[in-house]
């Protein structure tokens, strides 16, 4: 099973707004709602931010969005904070009943 | 409140083994379905393995499966992830996670560090 398909790297200046993608394939992104997000700030372990493709759990700030469109969902930071600055990672469930991590995508505040 | 915690990493040779376990607490450990994922130094998550509240079923990553065995014991809320013929590329942190909603993972551990070197 290859990784979801995220960019390296993103940056924006704070207030800004930021998306990351997350490519996947007609065999899992594009065919269930079961797409997370995580937040990876460094020497940590990961968070959730999103879960099946646009629900915040509770305490995540809703500057935090999520989206699918066909085989790729996307993730939106607006109102970009200092202390949004972590690596994302999506993940999705596939059809051989396993999960798939994306890459990972490393976001820096300007 | 929720808390995992791995023990168990350490360095290990080439073809051995290590035997994981992840402590878990604050909440019911037989109501959820849990699972190891690990991080390269440097890498991105990799998730590995799937063990259901009963222990069946059970999924693994193609990348461990016939090497790894994952199991739990619901009366002592662990979880244990054994790891056989250990190559380098098994090198990372090793994190435990709690299972919420279907493949959400909605609690992590802190991390444990296998590192598989000569």
Known sequence: ????????????????????????????????????????????????????????????????????????????????????EADYYCSSYTSSNTLVFGGGTKLTVL | QVQLVESGGGLVKPGG?????????????????????????????????????????????DSVRGRFTVSRDNAESSLVLQMNSLRAEDTAVYYCARVWRSWVFDYWGQGTLVTVSS
């Open chain 1, 1 to 84: 099973q290859s990784a979801l398909t995220q960019p390296p790297s993103v940056s924006g200046s704070p207030g800004q707004s930021v998306t990351i993608s997350c490519t996947g394939t007609s065999s899992d992104v594009g065919s269930y709602n079961r797409v997370s997000w995580y937040q990876q700030p460094p020497g940590t372990a990961p968070k959730l931010m999103i879960y099946e493709v646009s629900i915040r759990p509770s305490g995540v700030p809703d500057r935090f969005s999520g989206s699918k469109s066909g085989n790729t969902a996307s993730l939106t930071i607006s109102g970009l904070q200092a202390e949004d």
């Open chain 2, 17 to 61: 083994s290590l035997r994981l376990s992840c402590a878990a607490s604050g909440f019911t450990f037989s109501d959820y379905y849990m699972s190891w994922i690990r991080q390269a130094p440097g890498k991105g998550l990799e998730w590995l393995s799937y063990i259901s509240s009963s222990a069946s079923p059970i999924y693994y990553a």
